[in-house]
């Protein structure tokens, strides 16, 4: 169904046997009406000034040619005003498309194996405390790049870099020594509470700071001497507690990490020194009051600390150790970060690129944040993402029972559950990441037009009217040669259209990593559902033929709909 590329060869080939030129790129437009046709190419005007001929010559010259081309499924091509215009054979098209989908199934649009392994590290949030909606952001688009990249054909790995090293960390198991911790609260909530209470008493008693730096020095000798200490067991229970919390919060929301890989392993496998030797040996470590990298040479004035000068390590020098380390085992690394770690990832790159290393590409995220007053913040700190999704899960069962889609106390919480994720997922991916957002309700749960509620209404609406045929029981099945045998109205083709658009937007969506482009591709299947069901009569079609046609369309749009939202991460109800 690649009918794009067969046209732009086409194009390519006449040009080169009339004209002997190499054009280069060529882009197809879809014109704003089927009436001017289903694709367009201004080339002709790229042309004229080469060939110094009017666009209106070389449109009709390479129009004419280009007819008796058989490009598959084109019908006719027609130059108009120096623009080259081809119209599809939709009752072919239509009938190899929507047969394609109902053989495919949730197979459809699935790449084949590339043979490239990816190494995909998102969320990474520091174990001290819940996740907050910045958090969930970084997220969301880990994960469902992750699903599409997986999906086209590429062997996907994804990491939760867990920082368990750092002075935050200290501080919780300083904290942990002297506060009791809340058991009746959530993990990752409980462990909150003690950093913060933590942080308060070293504020108050700034002496006590000594403490922290005894315990980040005892902990990471520890490691060091292979053998667990009590300082090691009290930063893993300490970390693992958090996580578990964390874990928990992730999976209402249908994430998961393939692998938590533990900053403390570099020290313990003796990587993290390993850098630092490496990086001595290039001449650009210099000895101040610490031991610090020089990275001027490359346009970056910041100095990285690599060691403390009793020894100790820093973050970025084991985030180098862990990149390297992570590098070598993939083909492809992808780091999704915030926007404010932009000048850390190059320093990274840059030193990697000292050792000889791959570096990955980082796809940064701007700042989120909720209408002020939409929702209580914790301790005026930040928003949780636990109570982001509390507050969609609550609002989305009460807008389920307001529409009176369940009457089952368990079914309408099932519902409004998935209703909810959509809701949080689909609002915050539909974004560009390098767009700083907030995060609007009536958006989020908008059933009408642009929220996830309005694609899985869609596809609600075509298990309502598969439903229904079955339950009637009349229509028997056909030869997929004798759908679409009758003049097809517009809606019907453009949703067609539309559906076999898919594999060719998750390859776009993957290769770009820009999950959004899924996200409004999917939006646009809706709409264009949508318009058709309006339009173009389904149960109540007295020609069975067509009957037959437009139920295969239905079916079709219900199998992308599930295929496109299962990418993002979302269920479909199936009932709203």
Known sequence: ?????????????????????????????????????????????????????PPKVIAEELGEVLKSENIPYVSDVRAVNGYINFFLDYRMYS??????????????????????????????????????????????????????????????????YVNDMGRQEAVVVFGLERFEIDRDKKPDH?????????????????????????IMKEYEESLEGKE?????????????????????????????????????????????????????????????????????????????????????????????AYHLDKMSRCDIGINVLGADHKLTANIVNVSLKLLNSKTPKVIFYEF?????????????????????????????????????????????KEIGHKIAVGAVRYNIVRVSPEKPMVFKWEEALDFEKVGCPVIQYAHARCCRILEHVREMDKVEDRDPKELFNYEMKDQEKVLIKTLLKF???????????????????????????????????????????ILYSRLKVVESTKIVIENGLGLLGIECPGKM
């Open 503 to 545: 594999p060719k937007i998750l390859e776009i969506s993957g290769e770009s990593l820009k999950p959004q482009t899924l996200a409004h591709y999917m939006l646009d299947v809706a709409q264009r559902f949508n318009s058709f069901y309006g339009n173009c009569p389904i149960l109540k079609e007295k020609n069975e033929d």
């Open 1 to 53: 169904m690649e009918v794009e590329n067969a046209i732009i060869d086409a194009i390519h080939r006449k040009i080169q046997e009339i004209y002997g030129e190499n054009i280069g790129d060529i882009q197809l437009d879809e014109p704003p009406s089927l009436e001017l046709g289903d694709y367009s190419t201004n080339i002709s005007f790229r042309l004229a000034r080469i060939l110094r001929k």
């Open 228 to 320: 667990n200490s009590p300082i090691v067991e009290k930063f893993q229970w300490a970390v693992n507690y958090a996580l578990e919390g964390i874990r928990k919060t992730l999976d209402n929301l249908n994430i998961e990490h393939d692998i938590f890989v533990w900053e403390s392993e570099y020290v313990r496998n003796g990587m993290v020194k390993e850098v630092i030797r490496r990086l001595m040996k290039t001449g650009k470590v210099i000895k101040e009051d610490v031991y610090k990298l020089d990275l001027s040479d490359f346009g970056i004035e910041k100095k990285l600390v690599l060691m403390r000068l009793d020894g100790t390590t820093l973050y970025s020098t084991r985030d180098i």
């Open 190 to 214: 409980a462990i909150g509470e003690i950093y913060i209470k933590a942080n308060r008493l070293l504020e108050e008693n700034p002496q006590l700071e000594k403490e922290i730096g005894k």
């Open 95 to 160: 009938r190899d498309g929507i047969d394609r989908i109902l053989k495919e199934r949730e197979n459809f649009g699935k790449g084949k194996k590339k043979g490239k392994k990816v190494i995909l590290e998102h969320t990474s949030a520091n174990p001290n405390g819940p996740l907050h909606i910045g958090h969930g952001r970084n997220a969301i688009i880990g994960d469902s790049l992750g699903r599409i990249l997986e999906f086209i054909g590429y062997d996907v790995e994804t990491h939760y």
């Open 368 to 412: 989120i944040s909720l209408p002020e007053g939409s929702m209580s913040t914790r301790r005026g700190r930040f928003v949780s993402l636990d109570e982001l999704f509390e507050e969609a899960r609550k609002r989305a069962t009460e807008e389920v029972k307001r529409r009176g889609i369940a009457k089952d106390e368990k079914e309408i």
